[in-house]
């Protein structure tokens, strides 16, 4: 008995010695795959923006990767980095310049530093006819000649123009339910079969710096790259969803950001209900 235990002890103890390298070279793959796994969703690239036309570096150019939906600004010497992997796609915004998209590869992410060219665009200038309003000093006459302006708008942080949240009529809000829960309704079709852009929304109002790009912009350029949708599937969603034409007109790209996000909102209200 004494000499089972002795044998059943040593053979315990070797087949430990012997399974323990197994065990720890198994969880040594493992932790290295994970660690390789996070590097490489976390690959960095990198680059310089220049002008066609003389090779001279842009300072201050916005580059949005529109799959993680990431930001980024030229420096000084047009140089950026930006978290990136294969096959996402950046996009290059500077006022005055055409914008472009590249497409990341392997080669960018294996040897660094890519140049980056962007062409100046050509503006015709035209003529502007700017209307005053004429006052007499007369106040009964003056009142009747001022235009009046019925929507409404509220302050946001951070703008120094106001935002306008559309008509408060009950009228306005029995429209904008039936729009955005009409299965017919174009608003509809446009957030029911996007579900992937539009949760891009709420990734575009956390970062800083694509905040920063729309806040100057009013071309909604940027918008239709990051959202995969027109110029007039934007109007429609605003126009549908009781926003002014002087609104749709004025705002900058981060007001609109914030109506569309507001009217995805509600539509995913409604969707519950």
Known sequence: MPNLISKFGIVFYKDFIFLAPIVMKNTLLIF????????????MVSGTVMNAANDKPIE????????????????????????????DTLYFSYLGFRSIR??????????????????????????????????????????KNI????????????????????????????????????????????FGTRPRQMKKL????????????????????????????NRAEIDEILNN?????DFMKTANDLQILDAINSCYEEYKVLQKN
């Open 147 to 190: 235009p009046i302006y019925d929507n409404y708008r509220y302050s946001i942080s951070g703008l120094n123009s106001g935002y306008e949240g559309g008509d408060s009529s009950p009228n306005a809000v029995t429209k904008a339910i039936r729009s955005l829960s009409n299965p017919a309704d174009l608003v509809y079709n446009i």
């Open 202 to 229: 709420r990734q575009m109002k956390k970062d800083d710096n694509i905040r920063s790009l729309l806040r100057n912009k009013f071309d909604r350029e940027t918008l239709m790259a990051l959202l995969q949708v």
């Open 32 to 43: 290295f795959l994970l660690v390789s796994g996070y590097m490489s969703a976390q690959d």
């Open 241 to 245: 969803c009781n926003y002014s034409q």
């Open 60 to 87: 201050n150019v916005h580059i949005v990767n529109l799959n993680q939906v990431k930001g980024a600004v030229t420096d000084e010497n047009g140089e950026f980095e930006l978290q990136a992997t294969v096959n």
């Open 102 to 143: 590249v497409r990341v590869t392997n080669d960018w992410l294996k040897y660094g530093n890519v140049k980056v060219k962007m062409t100046e665009l050509g503006f015709a200038l035209e003529e502007v006819t700017v209307n005053t309003v004429k006052l007499t000093g007369y106040l009964e006459i003056d009142a």
